[in-house]
């Protein structure tokens, strides 16, 4: 079992940035690659970026590529999303997500096993 939990949303204008963390917890010798996805009410849920736990290679959706990093801090269990030049379409609730089964996942969610709470980020105009 992993068990992962979330922080850092909150409200910012356009153009602000923000960054989420996701603290993992419990079997973390089991996790082959962090993620993040966001989902909007009445839509389904987006990949953002992902970033294997062991070699660090990331990858981004295009919607977010150049304005969003994701890290990993292996000695604090912990996953970083930090997001520049926000933008109003980048509302939403904010998951981690932990895949281990998958070596290296594809951006879709049922490749990803254990999820997070969630987090809001509200990007105001």
């Known amino acids: 079992q992993v068990q992962l939990v979330e922080s850092g949303g909150g409200l910012v204008q356009a153009g602000g940035s923000l960054r989420l963390s996701c603290a993992a917890s419990?079997?973390?010798?089991?996790?082959?690659?962090m993620g993040w996805f966001r989902q909007d009410p009445g839509k389904e849920r987006e990949f953002v970026a992902h970033?294997?736990?062991?070699?660090?290679?990331?990858y981004y959706s295009d919607s977010v590529k150049g304005r969003f990093t994701i890290s990993r801090d292996n000695a604090k269990n912990t996953v970083y999303l930090q997001m520049n030049s926000l933008k109003p379409e980048d509302t939403a609730v904010y998951y981690c997500?932990?895949?281990?089964?998958?070596?290296?996942?594809?951006?879709?969610?049922?490749?990803?096993?254990?999820w997070g709470q969630g987090t809001q980020v509200t990007v105001s105009s």
């Open positions: 997500a932990a895949a281990i089964f998958t070596p290296n996942p594809t951006p879709e969610p049922v490749e990803y096993n254990y």
């Open positions: 419990g079997s973390i010798f089991s996790i082959n690659a």
């Open positions: 970033i294997l736990w062991s070699g660090g290679m990331e």
